[in-house]
């Protein structure tokens, strides 16, 4: 194993942002990760676990202590009970891993097409898209307390999974996931149930298969610039700034109303809400932020907004991060000011003051 120091973190990222890491070892296996520990113990170092970099925003000033570069690949599969229990490890690509998926005839996951990242990183925070979440198919979930080393398998229902939440992201630090075990449908037919991509299959004639539905999730996600490719400049970016708002319908109602007031819209029924578990309603983050005065295409320099996407946060080059930061704070205050919804960030943040340095 090599301890690197001074590395670069921006290239390890979709946002290409942020400073060096004072440490970095790339993890290959879990005697790597081992050996890690102990050399972080000996010196009293912070540890941070990066993935595929895809939902973490890095301070320009870099982040102290060790980085572990966890790429741990593989994956292998068991039928068990009519399902088929595929594991995969936690550094290999996400997509990749949907995309055997669907080509094997494992239902479960086709909906989440196109997201970056690795597979250690989806439980972290529940991935969801398109009317499907990894908490409905996580079986278990393998992991190393960083603090002593050692290793278990926490079952679906220890993971604490919520809504782009979980036990691992509200104790960061604390816990590296080594692998993931995902309970698929083997021959099982795609769930449709997101409305936008069932009005973008409802012009075949047939049932769509898993394929048909993962070609056209990836469509849509690339209309929005919501695959990362060199091609897209509007493709830098950690997916979506902002997780959508989950209100009381009491809370829902008030802010249609006074939307109405201040002319925003006609009638309460215009301002998009959807049902949300224990009674509750979703708001849509974007459209807050179009209505709050930043619409897509909105540029500050080396920073904006997608011009696809409200809730898409975009480096065009040659920016920082403390400048897409104050994008993002001022973004949360005006929301906040106009319609008394605080905006929640989804990505992680490195080497920051704050935690949550868009407060």
């Not at 979506?240 to 007031?261: G, Q, W």
């Not at 709050?292 to 946060?313: E, K, N, Q, Y």
Request: with cysteine; aromatic share 6%.
């Amino acid at each position: 194993m090599e301890i690197r120091e001074g590395v670069p973190l921006g290239p390890l990222t979709t946002l290409g942002l942020g400073g060096p890491a004072r440490w970095l070892a790339e993890i290959g296996d879990e005697v790597e990760l081992g050996e890690a520990l102990a050399w972080a113990v000996s010196r009293r170092a912070v540890l941070h676990v990066l993935g595929g970099g895809s939902n973490l925003v890095v301070a320009d000033g870099g982040v102290d202590g060790l980085v572990l570069r966890v790429g741990l690949t593989g994956v292998r599969a068991e039928s068990r009970g009519g399902e088929v229990l595929a594991t995969a490890a936690a550094g290999e690509t996400w997509d990749s891993f949907v995309a055997r998926c669907v080509e094997e005839g494992w239902q479960g996951v086709e909906c989440l097409s196109g997201i970056p990242g690795t597979v250690g990183g989806t439980p972290i925070q529940n991935v969801g898209a398109y009317g499907q979440e990894v908490a409905a198919v996580i079986r278990r979930v393998r992991v190393m307390d960083l603090a002593s080393g050692a290793v278990r398998e926490l079952a679906a229902g220890e993971c604490g999974f919520g809504y782009r939440s979980s036990a691992f992201r509200a104790l960061p630090g604390q816990l590296a996931v080594l692998a993931v075990t995902f309970a698929l449908r083997p021959g099982g037919a795609p769930e449709v149930r997101y409305p936008e991509l069932r009005r973008a299959l409802d012009a075949r004639r047939a049932a769509p298969s898993l394929a048909e539905v993962r070609e056209t999730v990836l469509e849509l996600r690339r209309g929005k610039s919501m695959v990362l490719s060199a091609e897209d400049p509007a493709s830098r970016s950690v997916g979506s700034f902002f997780v959508n708002p989950v209100v009381s319908r009491d809370e829902a109602e008030r802010l249609a109303a006074a939307a109405v007031v201040a002319g925003v819209v006609a009638t309460p029924g215009e301002v998009p809400a959807h049902p949300a578990p224990d009674g509750k309603v979703k708001l849509s983050a974007a459209w807050l932020i179009e209505r709050a005065g930043f619409p897509r295409g909105t540029r500050r320099g080396a920073v904006g907004i997608s011009p696809r996407h409200a809730l898409a946060l975009v480096h065009h080059g040659g920016g920082s991060a403390a400048a897409l930061v104050a994008l993002a704070r001022d973004i949360r205050a005006a929301v906040r000011a106009r319609f008394a919804v605080d905006l929640q960030p989804e990505p992680v943040f490195w080497g920051f003051a704050s935690g949550d340095p868009t407060a």
